[in-house]
């Protein structure tokens, strides 16, 4: 069955790193994009990046640029996340999303979705 | 960089009745880059419209998408119990990918 499966909560200190898998399954990892987006407590939706599985180029919002870095796994056909110095307004749930089929739609919208990891930031 | 802006904020709204959502864009846009999402409360976004007025696999016929340039709308034609929740724009034809603020369905 298709569907993106994402590590467990975490709790983080503050100045700390996380990294978020997201395993992919029921389709063919690296034919589409894999997004991450995070909403924090109460708030909306916000994009954070992009990861192209077949030759792992990734763009990121500038928001996040310099503590933000994508990776895959061709082999475990995952992605990760992992954001540095984390400080309190880190504290967010963090989704993944696939993007579109790259031969034929681009980017794409967002049309599958783990069901997100919370990642806590506090001392 | 792209800025959506969503109304209203918040929609009261009685089962059976018309929704009617705004998305307006700070600057024109390709609406074959626009879409909608649904998200309930402790739950992950799910994907309603994509290119403005396409609906994804499985969405029911009642949830329809128009508009072009800066306006575009999301239209519910007969509300159910099940679609009251929270509903974002996006555009995804540059980076970064933008979502609007949200408006949010709830019962009257």
């Known amino acids: 069955q298709v569907q993106l499966v994402q590590s467990g909560a975490e709790v983080k200190t503050p100045g700390a790193s996380v990294k978020v898998s997201c395993k992919a399954s029921?389709?063919?990892?690296?034919?589409?994009?894999m997004n991450w987006a995070r909403q924090a407590p109460g708030q909306g939706l916000e994009w954070m990046g992009i990861?192209?599985?077949?030759?792992?180029?990734?763009g990121y919002a500038q928001k996040f640029q310099g503590r933000l870095t994508m990776t895959r796994d061709t082999s475990t056909s995952t992605v990760y996340m992992e954001l540095s110095s984390l400080g309190s307004e880190d504290t967010a749930v963090y989704y993944c999303?696939?993007?579109?089929?790259?031969?034929?739609?681009?980017?794409?919208?967002?049309?599958?979705w783990g069901r997100g990891t919370l990642v806590t930031v506090s001392s | 960089e792209i800025v959506l802006t969503q109304s209203p904020g918040t929609l009261s709204l009685s089962p059976g009745d018309r929704a009617t959502l705004s998305c307006r864009s700070s600057?024109?846009?390709?609406?074959?880059?626009l879409a909608w999402y649904q998200q309930k409360s402790g739950q992950a976004p799910r994907l309603l419209i994509y290119g403005a007025s396409s609906r994804a696999t499985g969405i029911p016929d009642r949830f329809s998408g128009s508009g072009s340039g800066t306006d575009f709308t999301l239209t519910i034609s007969r509300l159910e119990p099940e679609d009251f929740a929270v509903y974002y724009c996006q555009y995804y034809g540059a980076s970064p990918f933008t979502f609007g603020p949200g408006t949010k369905v709830d019962i009257k």
């Open positions: 990861i192209k599985p077949s030759d792992a180029s990734t």
């Open positions: 029921g389709y063919t990892f690296t034919n589409y994009y």
């Open positions: 999303a696939r993007g579109g089929e790259m031969i034929t739609s681009g980017w794409g919208s967002f049309d599958l």
């Open positions: 600057q024109s846009v390709r609406s074959s880059y």
